[in-house]
Every structure is written in structure tokens, then in C-alpha cells.
């Protein structure tokens, strides 16, 4: 790979999500090369990427340059290309543009779907994990309600316009509250021709309640403002096939949808060579208390790749942004002080709590000592969006498009550009 | 196709630019049923494509979905689709979705690329007709200068950051304006260790001068605007092939390129089974002084896909979206005076002028009785498109783009979203 080598340790980071852009960002570049590799040239915000799927948001609004982020970082490089080995002996990686050496390897290449095996659902449903899956959902669910307005096929558009949601994690819950609202308030002018009635949205979760990491209160709230904005949700259910447009799951419900949306499982997601590596609950990397890989050196790895087990956390932490973004500013400061030969200490998660909103005014919050729902949450859910997104440019966008959508019920342009075409089996 | 049947004449039109749109505004649905079919759901606002190629606007800020513009018209309505085949004999046109009758059918299918039958060229360039190739322009140019970063191969980086240009109309001109822009003021920012001074904008025209169908002094200062900016013009020049990523021409030049732009030949874009029809210059079909194709019954061909042959015009008239406009209101009037059994007046184009940009501060705009250029000129091209463009909410997002970047010189966020691949001989 074409990069200068200077004298200094070199740090490459994979990945430049929520955990690898902290590093990239806060990393002391007096001390350090840092080398920065992502296949995308963009960060994305992907708890907001259902507003993507769902037409609210543009993608450029969720999404911000690597190299714009970078700008002014010394002795700090960005290369667009996928890493396709770790030669943890040599320490080096190798890269579609050619090898690099490291110093110092941090590995932040976050999650991907876990579809537990199952082929059929692989390759037709819809994920929701990054910017390209926002816009085949978008263009789907869109070209879907165009398909239906012509066919006489009661069945076909039964089957075009329900929508099959696996998951009702925040994701799963999200988007199915936004694309209630899209069946309440926005298509019915959209398609005056169309008898809405017939779309339907199932969630469908396999633990006994949505968001079933927050407290049972919350659970309930959310379920209960779903059930309100028509949503039908199916708990302690979980998919067994999709085959021929039919769901079927493991008890007696069955459903017949065109669109597949895929918000389950997820497994954490790195480049293969990483042999002596133990791997771990949710296919992640184990780890230390100091983020380091067990039995690997110099290698450390964040968010949602990795898994700390330790005393401290013996059941490891959640995949969740904030863990990541913890993990990026602990590491960056941890590798720092390391460069000064100063004590390493261990990272401590601060659990500031979780979130998840469902459509209009509504929203559960739950922070370190209290709870609360309702507009007031609703609130708090956009205040803190707005400020995680990256880029002055971003937060005006999507405060101003909230706004616009709030007072005009009509979010969006609902562009069908460059359609998903579902893939066929090889 | 699922369209309600009513006792009202019914009027079909093919195609939702500047002349099919027109048309389905302006028309008296009182006196018809009015059926608009396009292959995507959005107008797209062609003249502004050039600064979505060039990462400077967002796809959603020139199109503007078809739904939302007739959302209040009464019968009225819209069906994406591709049509497949006219049959004028029992006035059906027959669509992907199913058949249709029409009382009167409106072609207003635009033009499509010509390639003067080289299948090298049209398979590896990169045309500039829809959003759809505009994002795959963009991706290819930015996706380029990550590619130049990686390689030592001097050759092959020169390649990479060579950009040539087939055309020199208003298209070519102003996408060599806005890529020159990108060389001197923008990719420097974001490329800190590549010398963009290898970068070379080449334009290539058939025609002696730049902006062939303006006044000669307008061409004059396009010309002398863009060697300001470093763009290498090539008049009196066209290409001949392009095979291993080396542009030849009918001279001694030849380019070594992996980006050939083509913004050069049109021809007229309509479904078969006219045959009846007379086909004129440009692949365009005849019509009378009514828009009326010649020896077909109820229909009408609007914009550039039709050509006007008259006493008032032996020439018809130049392939412009101001032509387009004034003939899709023209038609809706008169078919709203045939339905009151008024009589017929022939279309009258009002020629006010034709203008282009040539990066920033400077524009060419020539008036019916004046002409000018300069930084007023250009404030008067930004009017005019602004106005000209769909959507209030569209002539905001542009207004403020533009604004930030005259005064932030940073235009837009360069994501590659869903990157360009090149097509292989199947």
C-alpha cells in the first residue's frame, strides 16, 4: 500500500465506524502514524438509517466523508478498499491495494446479519445494516405500493403491500413505527387510488417482548404505541423460512409478504488470518479488559467485533454505538499514555443508558436512575441523535427535514432511484 | 392496466419531462381523463444533472416525484412503467403492466444517447441522461481519485485522473467548469498527498467552437473561461473509438482515459410501432405545425423526441427544454380547446434565449435582443434555474447549496453510495 513510512509506530485501524473513527479522530498523531482503511468513504450513522429505508431522510444526511472528518489530522492517512487478511505473525495486513505493515492493529469492522444458516432468508430478505440496504428497502417498499395499484390479484397485492419485520430490537421497532406513519399519514396522498387498509406490518420477535433489553416498562409502552399505530406484533415467535413469499415461523402464523426486513440477529463481522484468536458468543472477538484480542499481540478490537470477558464483564457488553464509541476515545487515550510509557488501565463502560422512539411524539428513554416516555422523550431521542451525528452540515439537514416533517406530515420525496432487483440463486 | 374507465375522453402520456409534465398539469380534467406513464417516479430536472455528477447537488434536489406534483389533480393518474409497444391501429399502447386505450396519445419520451453506432463507446463511456448515470459518474470520479492514490504507476495514475469529455454544448461545458472547480479548489482539500496538478480536464467537440449554437462572442468567452479554469478544448475534433482506455480521434490526439464523459449526439427516444410515422434528422419524428406526428392518427409527439416541419420551421426547432415546456402547455391548451370544439392554432415557439455557466462567477446568456456574461450573467443562470426547477422545497435545498458553497468553496459531501462498475461484454 502506498503510504509514507516515517518514524513512527505505525497504527492501522479497520473500519471506520462509531469505535474506529474515535481512534482515528482522538489518536496523537505527534506520537503516531495512524493509517485508516474502510470500504466505504463514509461514516455512517446507522441508528438512523431506518429513516433512510423509510424515504425520511436522504442518505447524505446520515452519512459524512472520511476524509472531510480527517481533514486536518497530521501524519494520518484514509484508503478506501476492503482487508481481505491478517498475517498476525508478520503484522501485516493484506488489502485489495496491496500490503501494509502495523505497529499497533485495531480492528473495528463492526457486525454483519446473521441469518442462522438459513440460505432462503439470506438471499431474499433485506437487511438494514448499511447505506446501500437502507436504499434497496426504500426502493422496494416503494416500488412495491406502485406494483400493487396494478394488479387485480387480490393475493399479489395482499403480498406486496404486507410488511414482515424479524426483530423488534430498536431497530425493528423503529422502523416499524415509521412505516406506519408512512401508511397512516403520507401514502394514503401518494396513492389516492389505493385501498391502505390492505397494508399490513408485522413484527415478528423472538424474546416474550419488544425491546427486550430495557426494562419491562418501557417494553410495554412501545408495545403499546405500536399496537396504536396498527403495527402487529408476534413475541416468542421466531422464523424458520421464506420461501415463495411465505414466512413461516415456528408456531401456527404464517405470512404471506413480498418484503422480508431482516432486523435480528447479527454476529460480529472481521477479516479471516486472526487463527490464535478466541472467538466468542455472537461470533466476537474475545478480548481483554484493555480491549486487546486474547492470545494475539498488538491487536486490539472494538465494538461490535469484539467481546470483553473479564471479572469485571463476565458476560461482555452490549453491541451498541455507545460501547463503540467508548472503546475509541478509551483506546486512542490507552495508546497515547502507552506512547508516554505510562500505566495502561483497563476501559470502564459508562452506561448512559438506551433509547428507542416510536413514530411521532413518542419515545421510551431509560438513563442511569429514571425513565420516562412519551413527547418529552421524543425529544430527548432527537436532541441526542442530532448531536451524535457527525458534521455541522448533517445536524442542520435532519433537524430541518424533523421539522419539515412535523409540522407538514410529508417527510421525504420517496425517489425511487436505481431499484432493488431481489437477486436470483447463481 | 388497472385504470378506472369513466366517460371522458382519455389522453395517455408517455414520459414525465419538461413537455409530459407541462401537459398533465395544464390539461382540463374535467373534459378528459389524463394517464401519465414514466419508467421512473420522479421528473428529473436534466440541466442540473452536470453538479450531481460533479457531488455539488443531491439527487433528491433536481427530481421531484411525479405523485407529489399531481397529488391535487383530479382524474388524474400516474403508472410507472415501461412502454413496450404502440399499436396505432386500435390505439392501445401495450406496457409491462398491461394494455391501455387512449383517445389521444402524448409521446413526450425525450432523447437518448447516440453513440454513432461504436459499441465500444457506448458500452465503457459514461453518458449524462439521467440521475441514474449522473451517480454513476459521481462515483466513478471520486472512486477514481482513491484508485490514483494507491497505485505508483504513473501511467495508470494519469489515466485515472484524466477526464475527457466528448461535446461541448451546454452539458459538456458546464461539467468541465464544475470538474475544474473540483481540481482547484475542492479535491486538494481532501486528496492532501496527491498532486492534483496530474489531473486533466479534456473537451472534445465536433463542431469549430464551444457552445456551437450561440452567438460567436458568447463562444468566445466560454472558451476563454474554461482555459482560465486549465480545461484542454479540442475543437474540430471527434472520437473515432475507445478501446483499452485510450480515447483515438480522427486527428493526430489521442487521450489515455479511464473516464470517457460522453456529452455529445442525441437522438430521439420512442417506443416502436409508430410505423406509419415519418422518422426526420436526429431520429426524431415528424410532425405538423399542431405537434401532430404525420400519417398517424391522435398523436402527438412533444419535446425531442418529435420535429416540427412546417413552412414556419423547415428547420423545426433546436432540442431544448424550453421547447419542450412551451409545447407540453401549447398541447394542453389546444386539447382543451378541441374538447370545447374551438379551433386549432399552430405552436409558436418563443425563443428567450439560451444561457450556460462555466464554473463560478461566470455565465454566458444570450436575450432575444441582448447579450451579456460575467458574474450577472451567472446571478441571472441561477435565477432561471432555480425558478425553473420543481418544488419549493427543491429551490430551497439547491438555493442553500449553492450559497454554502460560494461562500464555503465546499460543495456537497462526495459519499460514494452504491459504487459505479463498469460494464464487461456479456
Same mark, same amino acid.
Given at each position: 500500500?502506498? $503510504?509514507?513510512?516515517?518514524?513512527?509506530?505505525? $497504527? &492501522?485501524?479497520?473500519?471506520?465506524?462509531?469505535?474506529?473513527?474515535?481512534?482515528?479522530?482522538?489518536?496523537? %498523531?505527534? +506520537?503516531? +502514524?495512524? &493509517?485508516?482503511?474502510?470500504?466505504?468513504?463514509?461514516?455512517?450513522?446507522?441508528?438512523?438509517?431506518?429513516? #433512510?429505508?423509510?424515504?425520511?431522510?436522504?442518505?447524505?444526511?446520515?452519512?459524512?466523508?472520511?476524509?472531510?472528518?480527517?481533514?486536518?489530522?497530521?501524519?494520518?492517512?484514509?484508503?478506501?478498499?476492503?482487508?481481505?487478511?491478517?498475517?498476525?505473525?508478520?503484522?501485516?495486513?493484506k488489502t485489495a491495494i496491496g500490503d501494509i505493515f502495523y505497529d499497533q492493529l485495531v480492528i473495528?469492522?463492526?457486525? /454483519?446479519?446473521?441469518?442462522?444458516?438459513?440460505?432462503?432468508?439470506?438471499?431474499?430478505?433485506?437487511?438494514?445494516?448499511?447505506?446501500?440496504?437502507?436504499?434497496?428497502?426504500?426502493?422496494?417498499?416503494?416500488?412495491?405500493?406502485? @406494483?400493487?395499484?396494478?394488479?387485480?390479484?387480490?393475493?399479489?397485492?395482499?403480498?406486496?403491500?404486507?410488511?414482515?419485520? &424479524?426483530?423488534?430490537?430498536?431497530?425493528?421497532?423503529?422502523?416499524?413505527?415509521?412505516?406506519?406513519?408512512?401508511?397512516? @399519514?403520507?401514502?394514503?396522498?401518494?396513492?389516492?387510488?389505493?385501498?391502505?387498509?390492505?397494508?399490513?406490518?408485522?413484527?415478528?420477535?423472538?424474546?416474550?417482548?419488544?425491546?427486550?433489553?430495557?426494562?419491562?416498562?418501557?417494553?410495554? @409502552?412501545?408495545?403499546? !404505541?405500536?399496537?396504536?399505530?396498527?403495527?402487529?406484533?408476534?413475541?416468542?415467535?421466531?422464523?424458520?423460512?421464506?420461501?415463495?413469499?411465505?414466512? /413461516? =415461523?415456528?408456531?401456527?402464523?404464517?405470512?404471506? %409478504?413480498?418484503?422480508?426486513?431482516?432486523?435480528?440477529?447479527?454476529?460480529?463481522?472481521?477479516?479471516?488470518?486472526?487463527?490464535?484468536?478466541?472467538?466468542?458468543?455472537?461470533?466476537?472477538?474475545? /478480548?481483554?479488559?484493555?480491549?486487546?484480542?486474547?492470545?494475539?499481540?498488538?491487536?486490539?478490537?472494538?465494538?461490535?467485533?469484539?467481546?470483553?470477558?473479564?471479572?469485571?464483564?463476565? +458476560?461482555?457488553?452490549? *453491541?451498541?454505538?455507545?460501547? !463503540? *464509541?467508548?472503546?475509541?476515545?478509551?483506546?486512542?487515550?490507552?495508546?497515547?499514555?502507552? !506512547?508516554?510509557?505510562?500505566?495502561?488501565?483497563?476501559?470502564?463502560?459508562?452506561?448512559?443508558?438506551?433509547?428507542? /422512539?416510536?413514530?411521532?411524539?413518542?419515545?421510551?428513554?431509560?438513563?442511569?436512575?429514571?425513565?420516562? +416516555?412519551?413527547?418529552?422523550?421524543?425529544? #430527548?431521542?432527537?436532541?441526542?441523535?442530532? *448531536?451524535?451525528?457527525?458534521?455541522?452540515?448533517?445536524? #442542520?439537514?435532519?433537524?430541518?427535514?424533523?421539522?419539515?416533517?412535523?409540522?407538514?406530515?410529508?417527510?421525504?420525496?420517496?425517489?425511487?432511484?436505481?431499484?432493488?432487483?431481489?437477486? =436470483?440463486?447463481?
Open positions: 500500500m502506498n $503510504i509514507p513510512t516515517i518514524d513512527l509506530p505505525r $497504527i &492501522v485501524v479497520i473500519g471506520a465506524g462509531f469505535a474506529g473513527l474515535q481512534v482515528a479522530k482522538k489518536i496523537d %498523531t505527534n +506520537q503516531y +502514524q495512524l &493509517v485508516l482503511i474502510d470500504k466505504n468513504n463514509y461514516h455512517t450513522f446507522q441508528p438512523l438509517l431506518y429513516q #433512510v429505508s423509510s424515504a425520511g431522510l436522504e442518505p447524505d444526511s446520515i452519512a459524512y466523508p472520511i476524509r472531510k472528518i480527517l481533514h486536518k489530522k497530521k501524519n494520518t492517512f484514509y484508503r478506501l478498499t476492503n482487508v481481505e487478511h491478517i498475517d498476525t505473525e508478520k503484522s501485516i495486513i473495528a469492522t463492526g457486525a /454483519t446479519n446473521n441469518f442462522f444458516g438459513n440460505d432462503n432468508i439470506a438471499l431474499h430478505s433485506l437487511p438494514m445494516k448499511s447505506l446501500t440496504d437502507a436504499l434497496n428497502l426504500r426502493s422496494k417498499i416503494l416500488g412495491n405500493f406502485e @406494483k400493487a395499484l396494478n394488479t387485480t390479484d387480490l393475493e399479489r397485492r395482499e403480498e406486496l403491500m404486507n410488511f414482515v419485520i &424479524v426483530g423488534a430490537g430498536p431497530t425493528g421497532v423503529e422502523l416499524a413505527g415509521a412505516l406506519a406513519e408512512l401508511k397512516n @399519514k403520507i401514502l394514503p396522498n401518494d396513492f389516492p387510488d389505493l385501498d391502505l387498509r390492505v397494508m399490513k406490518i408485522h413484527v415478528i420477535e423472538a424474546a416474550p417482548r419488544v425491546l427486550a433489553p430495557m426494562h419491562e416498562n418501557s417494553s410495554e @409502552k412501545a408495545f403499546a !404505541a405500536l399496537r396504536k399505530l396498527g403495527v402487529h406484533i408476534w413475541t416468542e415467535t421466531f422464523v424458520t423460512d421464506y420461501k415463495d413469499n411465505i414466512v /413461516t =415461523t415456528n408456531g401456527d402464523q404464517s405470512f404471506r %409478504t413480498d418484503t422480508l426486513i431482516w432486523a435480528a440477529g447479527v454476529k460480529g463481522d472481521f477479516p479471516e488470518g486472526l487463527n490464535a484468536a478466541e472467538i466468542g458468543r455472537g461470533h466476537r472477538i474475545i /478480548t481483554d479488559d484493555f480491549c486487546k484480542a486474547k492470545g494475539v499481540d498488538n491487536v486490539y478490537i472494538l465494538g461490535d467485533a469484539g467481546l470483553i470477558q473479564s471479572e469485571r464483564y463476565p +458476560q461482555g457488553l452490549p *453491541m451498541l454505538a455507545s460501547v !463503540a *464509541m467508548q472503546q475509541g476515545v478509551y483506546l486512542a487515550k490507552a495508546l497515547n499514555r502507552l !506512547a508516554r510509557n505510562k500505566k495502561a488501565v483497563p476501559f470502564i463502560y459508562n452506561d448512559k443508558g438506551s433509547m428507542a /422512539t416510536i413514530g411521532r411524539n413518542k419515545a421510551v428513554v431509560e438513563l442511569k436512575k429514571f425513565r420516562f +416516555q412519551g413527547f418529552f422523550a421524543w425529544l #430527548v431521542w432527537m436532541f441526542v441523535h442530532l *448531536m451524535l451525528l457527525v458534521g455541522f452540515r448533517n445536524r #442542520v439537514v435532519v433537524f430541518v427535514n424533523w421539522m419539515w416533517n412535523y409540522f407538514r406530515y410529508n417527510n421525504g420525496l420517496r425517489l425511487i432511484v436505481r431499484p432493488y432487483k431481489r437477486p =436470483t440463486k447463481a
